[in-house]
């Protein structure tokens, strides 16, 4: 399961990469080519647990195995009927064919009935053991996307002392360039026109 989760992550990984290369980094967007983007959602898609993907085909083969042993069934009741409307006019053989066909019926739908109890109880642990593991998924992309968004946090806060730093020193250029005394440094007042909201 470790390979699987590896697989995994080495594909977010992949992806914030793909973000992280391209684009225009002080404006705070990426450009990322539609096709890298759909080819790693693939290799996601495809490397997702064999549980999950046997959970969803048990569920729908459940229904087709509860119809056959529906069908099962009533062939096997139709049949002992047909046989006991035949041997109609023979009393004692007609009793001893409608008590077999009675226990062939009960056996017959005792045995649908636990093939079909069975094939419900083992959907039903698959489709746990799938909810499980896509909880633990999903709680492994929340806990990454948190940590992207702290990371992309700090980095927006840096940028934007930089433009703060910037704007001080393209004030203190100008007024040293007119002759004029820089009060951005004095007054708080002048300051804090240039700065961010």
Known sequence: ??????????????????????????????????????????????ALPDEIKEARSLLRRKDELQYEAQQKAEKVVADAQAEAN??????????????????????????????????????????????EEAARIKDGATIYAEQVLTNLEQNLGQMQEVVKNGQVQLERRRMEAEG???????QPEYARDFKMN
Do not use: H
């Open 1 to 46: 399961m470790n390979s699987q989760q590896d697989v995994i992550y080495g594909l977010m990984n992949e992806l914030e990469e793909a973000l992280d290369n391209k684009g225009f980094p002080l404006l705070g967007f990426s450009v990322v080519r539609k096709d890298t983007v759909t080819n790693i959602l693939d290799k996601l898609y495809a």
């Open 86 to 131: 035949r041997l109609l006019s023979e009393s004692d053989l007609l009793r001893a064919v409608q008590r077999e066909a009675e226990k062939i019926k009960e056996q017959v739908i005792a045995d649908c009935e636990e093939i079909k109890r069975k094939a419900v109880d083992e959907a039903e642990n698959l489709r746990l053991q799938a909810v």
């Open 180 to 186: 004029q005394p820089n009060y951005a440094n004095q």
